[in-house]
């Protein structure tokens, strides 16, 4: 009798545990108990698509449902040379397609991806191929695990793998150097789609059903319905997703720690700043004021930013009596970049800030007031910084004729009176985005070997 009796509780414990399942999936995708009943016994078949790959096991976990697995999706722009017609209008399908299984060292496991393209681009660096011309693709890759920085690494690379596998399979004459995979900011994946409608190009056939799209904890969420990729905290520490709502900086992952709740980092360091694009007002104030000052551009830039950081300090100074700030660096401390823009605003501009023949007032108190309200404590948004400045002075060097039209003399290789070669070169890589070209020796280079 008592053994009957423990059957029986065992039995209502589970049918409890279930309906709290269904009822589960149904408040988070909208559907009734029936479809979400359905759903659900579905999830629970490893292989419910198409066929797994031949001769490789299954993972221990393939749908990422065990230790807390959850929905995350990652997205990544594919540039290839694709055939021109049907072939290459096919390639969304078949990338889409190929992310249905992906392989990690442990054996396969479920994937989904949606895809927007393939749109005309015009990359830089691609020999041309008869019949086939350049095109990019947005692919938004959904898995389901428990995710750190070790798993979301290994989850971009496997993606990548069976992008790359897939298309030059499909296009043997495509090689390596004509397709390239490269992880983006959630950010500027929700820019593409906002431009596509919406809408995508192509989807996993046969996505198992584990990988819908459920609605994320509620107050955990970015404007967009989405997780914010980086925050900024109250205290000026930048944080970057490595999970759904879990968030590390470079200093917890230099130490070993673990990655914090979206929800406990906000009640204990918060109130957080989204990081967002930059304003395109912004932009346009920047790129004229570049302009305007010509070749003391360069100058009055990193002047600017170092009269900030320096005003950051001081006010953090009278905050913690720690006279270091890290506002201007918080948006993307992690990138080289940022590394490029303190290492040399807090050397060459702290050096040219008494070097008023080569400064413009104006464009300085311009980059100073457009920055600083990027950053300010007092928003709720915050402007990475190193980034949107180089794009401004990109865009100010496409109109007024190039670097030599915003650098002076001293930024310019080969000249005798010229700052380091070291810094010229780091300067120019952050401020046009590219390595300077090389050049042959100056008058200057044979006094300094």
């Known amino acids: 009798m008592r053994g009957k009796r423990r059957g029986m509780e065992l039995s209502m414990t ?11 999936v149904m408040a988070a995708s909208g559907r009734t108990y029936g479809e979400a009943a359905a759903a659900l016994e579905q999830w629970t078949v490893p292989d419910a698509g198409r066929r797994p790959p031949a001769g490789v096991p299954m993972a221990p976990d393939p749908l990422g449902q065990a230790d807390s697995g959850e929905l995350f999706t990652a997205p990544l722009m594919v540039v290839a040379i694709l055939p021109r017609g049907h072939g290459g209008l096919d390639a969304a399908q078949l990338i889409a397609d190929a992310c249905d299984y992906l392989i990690s060292h442990e054996g396969w496991y479920r994937a989904r991806a949606e895809v927007y393209g393939p749109r005309p681009t015009r990359e830089a660096g691609m020999p041309p191929l008869t019949g ?18 070790e798993t979301l690494h290994a989850f971009l690379r496997d993606a990548s793998t069976a992008i790359l596998t897939a298309l030059v399979n499909e296009h043997p004459r495509i090689t390596e150097r004509h397709v390239s995979v490269q992880a983006l900011p959630p950010e500027t994946g929700q820019q593409i789609v906002a431009v596509q409608q919406g809408k995508p190009d192509a989807l996993t056939t046969e996505a198992h059903p584990c ?5 994320p904890v509620d107050g955990e969420l970015d404007e967009a319905g ?9 205290q000026d520490v930048g944080w970057f997703a490595v999970g759904p709502a879990r968030y590390s900086n470079t200093l917890l992952q230099s130490d070993g720690g673990e990655p914090q709740s979206l929800a406990d980092l906000d009640a204990e360091r918060g109130p957080l700043r989204t990081v967002v694009p930059v304003p395109q007002e912004d932009l346009d104030r920047l790129r004229y004021a570049l302009a305007a000052a010509g070749t ?7 002047v600017a930013l170092y009269h900030l950081a320096r005003q950051h300090a001081d006010q953090e100074y009278e905050r913690s009596e720690r006279r270091q700030s890290s506002r201007l660096y918080a948006g993307g401390d992690d990138t080289w970049e940022t590394q490029a823009m303190r290492s040399l605003i807090w050397g060459l501009g702290v050096d040219l800030a008494d070097k008023d023949r080569r400064l413009d007032k104006q464009a300085m108190q311009e980059v100073m007031t457009i920055v600083d309200q990027w ?10 910084v190193a980034g949107s400045v180089a794009r401004a002075f990109q865009a100010a060097a496409a109109h007024a004729g190039g670097w030599e039209a915003l650098a002076d003399r001293h930024f310019q290789p080969g000249d005798r009176f010229a700052h380091s070669a070291n810094a010229v070169e780091a300067a120019y890589a952050w401020l046009m985005g590219e390595p300077m070209p090389s050049t042959g020796p100056g008058p200057g280079d044979a006094q300094r070997l």
Do not use: C, G, N, Q
């Not at 589970?14 to 589960?24: E, N, P, Q």
């Not at 086939?132 to 920085?149: D, E």
């Not at 990988?211 to 609605?215: C, N, Q, R």
């Open 375 to 384: 950053v300010t404590p007092e928003a709720d948004l915050y402007v990475e």
């Open 211 to 215: 990988l819908i799209e459920l609605h």
């Open 296 to 302: 003391r551009a360069t100058a009055s830039l990193l």
């Open 226 to 234: 989405e997780y914010p990729f980086r925050v900024v905290d109250s």
């Open 132 to 149: 086939h011309k350049p095109a990019m693709l947005l692919v938004r890759v959904s898995a389901r695990r428990r995710w750190s920085a």
């Open 14 to 24: 589970k049918d409890r545990t279930r309906k709290l399942k269904i009822r589960a």
